[in-house]
């Protein structure tokens, strides 16, 4: 039972008592660095009700508690703060009680829970993934993970974007350049060979356009007819029409790009349970838009188009159908969301993991799915993050200059290496066995730089800076679990049975402390659906226990009881390590 369970019904009590006055919520929080305490009341919200100095106030409660709970130690009050010292046998039980609980933190659902379903990914197949996607992935993964920690039961899956003008400029760059190259004759991975052509279309188009413009051209004429662009539209419209030479070659390059992706999601750690295509889903939706007319929420105008009046809700007024009768990714976006939910009939919720400059899309979704009625509606979330740009800048995936994610695995494995080699602690292991370290280490550094930042802010990645061995890093991380192993490895006695320790020293209890908040914060982090709580929680626990590594001997002590503890302590942060880690996607080695 957490210290705010045990003390809010009898500070209750207290102040019913004390005041004949029935509160219905206490205030808890922290207790500042520069006061005793463990926990502290935030005496100010009671004044709304009880009249009177808050230091008298707190003062009351304070010693209402020392007399009537033995969990109280002594308390002072600042201001408005009251400030409560709990007893040493209370952490003690409450470690005794964790230790053995190897998924501590963790949180069992109940089979009424509805699913929550993940999206994230959903790439384009006309290029690779690269740093941008990479963020989303993480991003995405760890919010599915956690939530799945929380008690609720998840999905993940994503919408690949495998049709449109943007396939067209690949596959027609192919057909005119690629002399039937393929990954196996190039040795290239699939999609890496897509997005070469992508490249080369854009190359080339720019190529058109000016030799257009010197021909007296404007340069809005000159974009609209370069004959390049011309036959990538034909070569959509013969998409469209199932034209089977262009569908054929549709085919064989998204599969290039398919198992292409499938290598880059397999060396990131992520996965799907499902995948959608907009191939077969953009059709989708166009059936509710009749429905909505029929319902008045949707309205026609005079040349046939559909459209919804958000005005009063303060937002626009929004296509849905366009006069000819062709959905817009509108349309799409409400029939897959209905799709889904018919596929998987548990899910009561969904998380879009979406850049932001989609937050628009967004709100007019969210809302229209509202307003036609879906009860699970209320439950949908954009995971809305910021962009991601390296210190050279940004990147454009025509002209070819983003960071390819596999480049960036590789770069940073061997950014890993080079550090690794520099610390030179690597004597006894094979190539094999630092391969590995150098990949977890590497990937480590990425994931959690990536991640510790809040998903709402725009970052600069800086792959050396995320490798430092010191700091808020992945790494240093890491390298604290391996000491700990360390420790356990040479702790050549039972450290299982529970501790009859009595009296705990100051690093101690602050470790307890610290070890107590996990279930809030993996709580806190999936209600907030941000990896970074959960990744900045690991570096104060990190943070907690070397502070108690460099205060108290371990091994050392002399006092058995002690030893025991301690080497108990310090196996449970390793266990919250990696089990805060695995939730983020990271791996820890046992050496390092």
């Not at 690991?538 to 058995?560: A, C, H, M, P, R």
Request: aromatic content about 12%; hydrophobic content about 40%; charged content about 25%.
């Amino acid at each position: 039972m957490s210290l705010q369970e045990i003390l809010s019904p009898s500070i209750k009590t207290a102040i019913y008592d004390l005041f004949e006055v029935s509160i219905e919520k206490i205030e808890f929080q922290a207790t500042r660095k520069d006061f005793e305490g463990d926990i502290t009341v935030v005496i100010f919200p009671l004044l709304k009700v009880i009249k009177g100095n808050p230091v008298e106030i707190g003062t009351k409660i304070g010693k209402y508690l020392t007399e009537n709970l033995q969990e109280v130690e002594k308390f002072n009050v600042v201001a408005g703060f009251l400030n409560i010292v709990i007893s040493d046998a209370y952490f003690v039980n409450f470690f005794n009680e964790i230790f053995p609980n190897k998924t501590y933190g963790f949180c069992s659902g109940t089979e009424n829970d509805k699913a929550v379903m993940v999206e994230y990914s959903s790439p384009n197949t006309n290029k690779p993934l690269h740093l941008g996607h990479v963020r989303n992935n993480l991003l995405g993964y760890s919010v599915a993970e956690i939530i799945k920690a929380s008690g609720k039961k998840v999905y993940k899956t994503q919408i690949i974007n495998d049709r449109g003008i943007h396939i067209c400029k690949s596959m027609l760059a192919w057909q005119k350049f690629g002399q039937g190259e393929t990954p196996l004759t190039s040795g290239l991975k699939g999609d890496h060979l897509v997005g070469k052509y992508y490249v080369r279309f854009d190359q080339e188009y720019k190529s058109e356009v000016s030799d257009l413009i010197s021909k007296g051209f404007t340069e809005e004429e000159a974009k609209k007819t370069a004959p390049i662009i011309l036959e990538a539209q034909q070569m959509l419209l013969d998409w469209e029409a199932a034209k089977s030479e262009v569908i054929q070659l549709w085919k064989t390059m998204n599969q290039w790009v398919y198992d292409g992706f499938a290598q880059t999601y397999e060396s990131l750690g992520v996965n799907f349970d499902s995948y959608y295509y907009e191939s077969n889903t953009y059709l989708l939706g166009k059936e509710v838009v009749q429905l909505g007319l029929e319902k008045g929420i949707f309205e026609k105008d005079p040349d046939g188009s559909v459209w919804i009046d958000l005005t009063d809700d303060g937002l626009d007024r929004k296509i849905v159908l366009r006069s000819d009768g062709t959905a817009v990714y509108m349309t799409q976006d409400i029939g897959t969301a209905i799709q889904r939910v018919k596929d998987f009939s548990d899910v009561g919720g969904m998380v879009y993991t979406v850049g932001n400059e989609q937050d628009y899309h967004f709100k007019v979704l969210f809302l229209i799915l509202k307003k036609l009625g879906f009860d699970w509606a209320a439950n949908l979330f954009h995971l809305s993050y910021g962009m991601v740009e390296l210190p050279s800048g940004k990147m454009k995936s025509r002209e070819g200059t983003v960071v390819d994610a596999d480049d960036l695995m590789q770069e940073m494995t061997i950014t890993a290496q080079s550090i690794s080699e520099e610390l030179g602690k690597l004597e006894g292991y094979s190539n094999e066995e630092k391969a590995k370290l150098y990949k977890t280490i590497g990937l480590g550094a990425l994931k959690y730089y990536i991640l510790k930042v809040d998903p709402k802010k725009s970052m600069t990645f800086n792959p050396e800076e995320s490798v430092d061995f010191a700091g808020n890093t992945g790494p240093f991380i890491q390298y604290t679990y391996a000491r700990i192993q360390s420790i356990l490895r040479k702790a050549n006695f039972d450290f299982i049975t529970p501790t009859e320790v009595q009296i705990l020293h100051e690093k101690e209890k602050e470790l307890v402390k610290q070890l107590a908040l996990f279930p809030e914060i993996i709580q806190n982090a999936a209600q907030n659906h941000s990896p970074a709580l959960l990744a900045n929680y690991t570096y104060d626990l990190v943070k907690e226990f070397n502070s108690f590594y460099q205060n108290v001997s371990i091994l050392g002590e002399e006092n058995q009881y002690k030893k025991v503890f301690r080497v108990q302590l310090s196996q449970k942060v390793a266990d919250t390590i990696k089990l805060a880690f695995g939730l983020l996607g990271i791996d820890v080695p046992d050496r390092m």
